[in-house]
């Protein structure tokens, strides 16, 4: 791990002194988690490569603004995850919007999750919910925002955040199911 | 059951990353865009030294500007320069020489015989260096102190002395040549 820090942190330094090759490197290392984040977000594979791209990008060249190295990796997510809301945003899609009718019965036995899904099958489960529901499950179960943050990056209330979450994870867990 | 699934996801987050993105698609759009960015930047670098230039151009016009422009306020108003300003000697030499042209002119009195053709070329001699004192005075503005210019000068009162008195000799014998035939 400390090996890996440290390898990080001599490319990011060498990407500050705009090194192709460093770019690559780094490009490579985080380009897969990066992808499925925006997958997450916007269930379609153009948007989330535009939104890669855009993403790295705005690293290589907003790179002198970061202030410690060893943080690339989560500010990389964070211009990756504001992108993608941005995107969201554009695309007049809002965070109110979560039908009621497909929230699961809560007290409904799931049996043994741990041993029976596939992380894949969860994965596109979990791009399939509605955009609302899938943004606030992905920020606050996925990316570990809290539910203050949440609402107001999407200028929703708190109570709101916490519903959307609770409704979306029903969705999920009906999914999951079927 | 639900806080089942949140834990379940929590744990599983790396796993969750499945989908494999196009990288070397998606590397090629990122180098194109910081290739361009390079070149913006430059062009932008290249902008921001000619617009520094003009700026810089433009501060040196309006410093000499400026400068000339308080030059030639400081510098005294065409035909200023008087002998009496170079040199005080001069001066009382030149109002020696007005004051005998002055007292010369008034023994002359009006002319009575300007369309004399001998009256008439000595008038247009003393117009002659009339002007020639003026482009005198002209150039000791331009130039400044010059011994040659003051010399011109005094010569150009002497001439003129010198042309008052014939004209008044002139005018004399005009005068004795009419009474002798009047008598």
Known sequence: ?178 | MISELEKYLKENRENLDTDKPDQLAIWEGIRAELDENKKLSGNNHRRFLFNWNVAAAFILILGLAYIISNLSRNLPAENTITLSSLDKSLGQREKEYQSYIQVTKQELGSNEFSNDPVIYEIQTEIMRLDTLYNQSINDLNEIGYNERIIQTIFSIYEQKIFLLKLMILETKKKKSHENKYLL
């Open chain 1, 1 to 178: 791990m400390e090996k890996f820090e440290a390898t990080n942190m001599q490319l990011v330094k060498k990407c500050r002194l705009g090194d192709r090759k460093a770019q690559f490197l780094l490009f490579r290392q985080y380009s897969k988690a990066m992808y499925n984040i925006a997958m997450r977000f916007l269930n379609n594979k153009m948007d989330a490569e535009d939104i890669l791209q855009e993403s790295f990008v705005t690293a290589f060249l907003k790179l002198p603004e970061l202030k410690n190295d060893n943080h690339f990796g989560s500010w990389l997510k964070k211009i990756v995850i504001n992108n993608c809301l941005n995107a969201l945003r554009k695309k007049q899609h809002f965070f109110k919007d979560l039908k009621m009718d497909l929230v699961s019965d809560e007290s409904e036995d799931n049996g043994n999750l741990k041993s029976r899904t596939d992380p894949a099958v969860l994965h596109q489960a979990i791009k399939e919910l509605p955009v609302g529901g899938r943004t606030i499950l992905t920020l606050y179960a996925l990316e570990e925002y809290k539910h203050r943050e949440i609402a107001e990056i999407l200028n929703v209330s708190e109570s709101t955040s916490r519903t959307q979450y609770k409704r979306a994870l029903g969705i999920l867990q009906k999914k999951l199911k079927n």
